[in-house]
Structures are given as structure tokens and as C-alpha cells.
């Protein structure tokens, strides 16, 4: 099945005026009445200002990513002095922050862009949130029940839809990896899951699938399904041969048996090979998702079995 895929959507443009440049006349349009609806923040620089050049983008990549929860202005204090005067800035660059008509935070030089977040978070939650987050998870929500319906297809389309406007939303990142898997395209989705830009690599999502992939590698070499059942059933106590079942079971999508397995293996003998039953557990539970139906009443038996 061939379907088209995105793996690096280019970062969408931010809305118009949701940054722009400001003048000492348009500062009250700008700044005062935009900051009574949400935040602003005013980027006061110069032309030879080398921290001004360093804070710039950063704070532009910030605000975009905010998705409209923020504003920037930014002001050349050169052309433009009064307003930096009024406000007694000696230093730049400087940074303020209004919010209903009023400034409510700020700071003096460069930051680098962790610490923009840490300042434009507060701001964003102070304004009620980004418009639109509930709206993308009903989308992933959407996309991740049309996979699990088999269809790839429409599911990387929504997912890539996404990216479209969240370039680093890793759920959506991740469901485009899990199509590609889906679709026996294995060598793609790795390609495309050590090619994750750096701010999403290590999430849950992507943590998830690695460990898929893992066990999937594991599972090649467990044998035959019919071959291992049968000499379990002669040796209910043969740990291993039981051990490598589940992992054949698992590469079978057979999730629910291959659980099952492990799960006696811990009953029978909990220190077998260094716990390496309920250690696989584990993985499964990451592969699965820690909402996953079979991950929490997998949990439970286990606990019921540990503590029995």
C-alpha cells in the first residue's frame, strides 16, 4: 500500500499581525488595546545590537509556535525612542510583556529559546491556553481510530494534516511512524523515527515505538507459534521455550496472548533469569501505551500476582 507522507512538514507562517513592527504611534493599537484580548510582548532592539540579532528569531519562533495565544511587536529603539524612554529601558535587548492593557513581566538580553518558553508559558496560560488544542486532540483522536481500523491511508492524512500546523507535535509525528508500520514499510519508519528533530526524540510517543521496534526484533528468532505452544503444553515449567512464545505471539499481533504468557511465567517464577518475564512486561506496556486497555488490566494481574 502506498500512501503520501510527509516526515518533514515545513513549519507553517506565522498568522497575520501576529508579529509585526511597531512605531512609537502604533504602540497603543499594537500593544495596549491588542494586549486587552491576549498578551503582547514588545521586543525593544536596534540594528547594531548583536544580542538583539541572537533574541530576535527565537522569540519569533516562540510566539509562532504559540498558535495566536501570544503577540510580538517589535520596536527599533533608534527610530523609535519614546516609548523605550517612557518605559526607562537602558539596556537592550529588552523584552515587555502586557496583558490587558498593562505590562506584566520582562526581561533584559538574550535568552536561549527554553528559557523564552519558560517566560511565554505563564503568559499563554494566563490568556486561557493556545486556541485550537482541543480541537488537534480530537483530530489525533480521530486519526488514531481510523489506524486502528486498518486504515493507514487516511490516518497519515490526518497526520500529516496536523504537522501542517504543529511541526513538533510528537502524537502526530509518532501516528505517521505507526502508519508506515501499519503498512509493513519498517525501514521507513525507522528512518523517519532517527530523523526526529530534536525537541520531540525523547517523548513518550516515540519512546514507545522504539521499543516496538525492539521487541519486533526480539520476536524474529522466537520459532514457530505451533512448534512452541506444543512444547510448552509438555513442559508447563520449560520458562524459556514459554518466554520465546510470547515474544512470537507478539510479533503474531497476538498482544493479549502474548501477555498472558508472561504473565505465567511470573506466577510459575518470578525471579526466573533475573525477572526477565516481568521485565518484558514492561516493554509490552511501553509498546502499548499506559492507556491501553490490555497495558492496565495487564498491570492489574501482575500486581495481583506480586503481591499475592
Known amino acids: 500500500m502506498q500512501f503520501n507522507l510527509s516526515p518533514n512538514p515545513a513549519p507553517a507562517a506565522p498568522p497575520a499581525g501576529l508579529i509585526k513592527d511597531g512605531t512609537d504611534q502604533s504602540f497603543m493599537a499594537d500593544v495596549i488595546e491588542a494586549s486587552r484580548d491576549v498578551p503582547v510582548l514588545v521586543d525593544f532592539w536596534a540594528p547594531w545590537c548583536g544580542p538583539c540579532k541572537q533574541l530576535g528569531p527565537a522569540l519569533e519562533k ?11 511587536v517589535k520596536i527599533d529603539t533608534d527610530k523609535n525612542p519614546a516609548v523605550a524612554g517612557q518605559l526607562r529601558i537602558q539596556s537592550i535587548p529588552a523584552v515587555f510583556a502586557f496583558y490587558t492593557a498593562r505590562p506584566v513581566d520582562g526581561f533584559v538580553g538574550a535568552r536561549p529559546e527554553p528559557q523564552l518558553n519558560q517566560f511565554v508559558d ?78 520531540m526524540a525523547k517523548s513518550p510517543d516515540l519512546a514507545a515505538i522504539r521499543t516496538q521496534l525492539d521487541l519486533a526484533e526480539q520476536a524474529k528468532a522466537a520459532g514457530p507459534i505451533p512448534d512452541l505452544m506444543n512444547a510448552v503444553a509438555k513442559n508447563p515449567n520449560d520458562h524459556q521455550t514459554r518466554y520465546d512464545l510470547a515474544l512470537a505471539l507478539y510479533a503474531a499481533g497476538k498482544n493479549e496472548a502474548a501477555v498472558e504468557e508472561l504473565l505465567e511465567i511470573v506466577k510459575r517464577d518470578r525471579e526466573w533469569n533475573e525477572q526477565a518475564a516481568r521485565k518484558q512486561l514492561l516493554k509490552f506496556f511501553e509498546a502499548f501505551g499506559p492507556t491501553d486497555k490490555l497495558t492496565v488490566m495487564a498491570r492489574r494481574k501482575l500486581s495481583s500476582i506480586l503481591f499475592a
Open 122 to 199: 505563564p503568559l499563554v496560560q494566563a490568556a486561557g491556553g493556545p486556541p485550537g488544542a482541543a480541537d488537534i486532540a480530537a483530530i489525533l483522536d480521530e486519526a488514531k481510530q481510523l489506524l486502528e481500523a486498518g486504515d493507514a491511508e487516511n490516518a497519515a492524512g490526518i497526520y500529516n494534516e496536523v504537522l501542517q500546523v504543529e511541526p513538533e507535535n510528537a502524537a502526530a509525528y509518532a501516528g505517521l511512524i505507526r502508519c508506515l508500520l501499519a503498512v509493513g514499510e519498517t525501514d521507513q519508519a525507522k528512518q523517519l523515527l532517527d530523523g526526529a528533530p530534536e525537541s
Open 62 to 72: 516562540v510566539v509562532t509556535a504559540a498558535k495566536g495565544a501570544v503577540k510580538l
